[in-house]
């Protein structure tokens, strides 16, 4: 690229100086200017001949002798010095007696009207050829192809595509995030044998959308589906796509999908789409038009392309709220596949692939590493395994020990630290019971959903550990009893914070303000409050896409009832906390033991939970005993 843009400016630079050289050449050289009395009084002294008039200007010859009277020192000079005759130029004054007194010295003289002609060529159409040049060169060099498809193929030299035939990655480069590389499996499957799926009259997928924290390994496993099918990768960066002049993305995106059918089947791995994908017209400032027209090229050549072809597309975020909806939707990215950090086990998985070409001493336990890094991700592993390395060889050492090891681990917590992405251990204690609260509690309320995971392993910024339930059926309508029930399990993590340190976190936000929405929409919507009946309140509906500043709501009751409504909402929950509190506090054995697991597991699933409740207490029982709890509110 660079060579090319230097030659390219060389020409532009010779036909600058051909220019010049032209308009030397065509300008008559041995010119002499006369002023107007010069030229009368040479004319009088006969010393003119074949004088040319046009535009005003008076051409012609002129003799150099016996000038000494009429003309300066200088325009002597010049004229002997090239002797004999000489031209002459001069711009003519109003003189009607001028052809009269041209007659008189006998001289020959004339106009002519195709004069224009050349002057024209050189002062008009030259320097349009030198910028038309400029231009062709421009283009050229930009384009890397000839004037044919002009702008357009700009988009084909500038996207990085990076194609590697053989990624040498495969499944077994990829520790820890088992669910992950299952459901991508699948894909490596239709690769291989896309006959299969296509006999039965099945869709292969064309898109598939990994969503993860950064470092998790989304990059990774993209490319260890292309090694394990053995087809070529294709990747390219969202953030390529974006550009400053409008038609240059959407040209890159046709040029990407045109290189992947070239090489099809193959795997096109689009990472950080939400760089791209942003959804239309949400947060931007204006009409951004190119942003607009890059992602509706994606849209329509993702509709295009037919998968039979074996063209599969990747895609990686991790901010998959802000993508544009219609990039999920059937036939887009409409398969999910989500990475979270590793648990315990998982990142003692992902230390022993990292560890694999590494000379490790024997003491060095890698059980002990993992319980010590909760919170890293795959790439922060990794890190530490470079770095220990790092640190041994500096130190001269026939093997890493585990002082390189801590080390190392010292300087990526501090890091990671401060970027919020490790928790300290009184964090993670309040962490684990805040998350065993909700969950016991799930466990105890008969109307509560099933709870299929616990963890407190941190997924973004906001959560620092989750309680996953799963409604067993569908549902359309909820009683007052489920509502109840759903209050109690958002409260239950910080009851238990409370029970347990008799102190409370931050940690606990986004619950109470679930649990707040929940028992105003109660009071509000569904008339579930006695105190307040069946009317309802603000019925107007929250829009329910747009967060933006809403209008200031008619209120449509009185001071009153507003102050009765807010008392409706405060009872329901301190209610709640109380029913919360007195089963947290029964159980209280179940709570540690639970968070105890929690804290040494980090993840715990449906069977370990299971195995917990079966322990401790029949899970039975406990559930008679919440519904013979007293009654839930004076009302019902
Ligand atoms: P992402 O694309 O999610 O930001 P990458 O796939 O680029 O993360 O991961 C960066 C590096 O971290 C990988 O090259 C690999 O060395 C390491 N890594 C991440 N996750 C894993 C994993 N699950 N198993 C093994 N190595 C991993
Ligand atoms: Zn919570």
């Not at 002062?123 to 349009?128: D, G, I, K, L, N």
């Not at 998959?320 to 990215?333: M, N, S």
């Not at 506090?585 to 917990?612: N, Q």
Request: glycine residues 8%; proline residues 4%.
């Amino acid at each position: 690229m660079d060579k090319k843009q230097t030659f390219s400016l060389w020409y532009v630079l010779a036909a600058l100086v051909g220019l010049i050289l032209m308009q030397e050449f065509f300008t008559p050289r041995h010119t002499q200017t006369l002023t107007y009395s010069e030229f009368k009084q040479a004319l009088v002294a006969g010393k003119l001949d074949n004088v040319v008039i046009a535009d005003g200007i008076a051409t012609g010859k002129l003799r150099a002798e016996g000038l000494e009277q009429i003309l300066p020192k200088e325009k002597l000079e010049a004229l002997k010095r090239a002797g004999g005759e000489h031209g002459f130029a001069t711009v003519l004054v109003n003189d009607p007696g001028l052809v009269a007194q041209l007659d008189a010295a006998k001289v020959r003289y004339g106009s002519v009207r195709e004069s224009k002609w050349l002057g024209a060529l050189i002062s008009w159409v030259a320097p349009a050829l030198v910028f038309f040049g400029i231009w062709w060169f421009l283009m050229k060099r930009m384009g890397g192809g000839g004037m044919g498809h002009g702008m357009l193929e700009i988009g084909k030299s500038k996207a990085k595509v990076y194609m590697q035939t053989e990624t040498g990655v495969t499944f077994k480069d990829v520790a820890g995030i088992d669910e992950a590389r299952e459901e991508l499996m699948e894909v490596v499957e239709f690769l291989k044998n896309p006959d299969r799926y296509k006999r039965l009259g099945g869709k292969i997928p064309k898109g598939v959308l990994i969503v993860g924290a950064p470092g998790t390994g989304k990059t990774l496993l993209a490319k260890a589906v292309a090694g394990e099918a053995g087809v070529p990768f294709l990747s390219l960066s969202g953030s390529e796509f974006v550009e400053m002049f409008v038609g240059v993305g959407a040209a890159r995106v046709r040029d990407l999908f045109e290189q992947a059918a070239a090489k099809a089947p193959c795997i096109v791995f689009i990472d950080e789409i939400d760089a791209l994908g942003k959804a239309r017209g949400v947060g931007l400032s204006g009409g951004h038009e190119e942003h607009e027209q890059t992602l509706n090229q994606l849209l329509a050549e993702m509709d295009g392309f037919d998968t039979n072809r074996g063209v599969i597309i990747l895609a990686a975020t991790n901010r998959p709220e802000v993508l544009d909806p219609a990039l999920l939707r059937p036939g887009r990215f409409d398969r999910h596949v989500a990475i979270d950090r590793p648990d315990l086990i998982g990142r003692r998985q992902i230390l022993e692939v990292h560890v694999k070409n590494v000379k490790l001493a024997p003491a060095v336990d890698l059980a002990v590493l993992a319980a010590r890094t909760p919170g890293f991700a795959g790439a922060d592993l990794a890190n530490l395994v470079n770095e220990a390395t790092l640190r041994a060889a500096k130190l001269g050492k026939d093997a890493v020990d585990m002082q390189d090891f801590e080390e190392a681990l010292d300087r990526i917590v501090a890091g990671l630290e401060k970027k919020n992405r490790v928790m300290n251990p009184t964090e993670r204690r309040f962490v684990a019971y805040h998350e065993a609260g909700h969950a016991l509690v799930a466990e105890m309320r008969k109307n509560a959903d099933r709870v299929t995971k616990v963890s407190i392993i941190p997924r973004g910024i906001a959560a620092l550990g989750y309680t996953q339930q799963s409604p067993t059926e569908d549902r359309y309508l909820m009683r007052r009893s489920e509502l109840l029930d759903r209050l109690d399990v958002l409260l239950a993590g910080r009851v238990a914070e409370q029970l347990v340190f008799e102190d409370v976190s931050t940690g606990a936000e986004n619950d109470l303000q679930r649990a707040t929405d929940l028992a105003r929409h109660m009071v509000t919507h569904y008339g579930m409050s006695e105190a307040l009946g069946l009317a309802t309140y603000d019925a107007r509906p929250r829009p329910l896409y747009l967060n933006g500043p809403m209008l200031p709501e008619p209120r449509t009751f009185s001071e009153r009832t507003a102050e009765a409504i807010d008392g409706e909402v405060r009872r329901l929950l301190d209610e709640a906390r109380e029913r919360v509190a007195q089963t947290l506090g029964t159980h209280r054995a179940t709570l540690e033991s639970l968070a105890a697991l929690l804290l040494e597991k980090e993840v715990v699933d449906r069977a370990m939970l299971d195995g917990l409740m079966a322990s401790t207490a029949a899970p039975a029982q406990l559930r008679v005993a919440a519904v013979a709890l007293p009654p839930v509110d004076g009302a019902s």
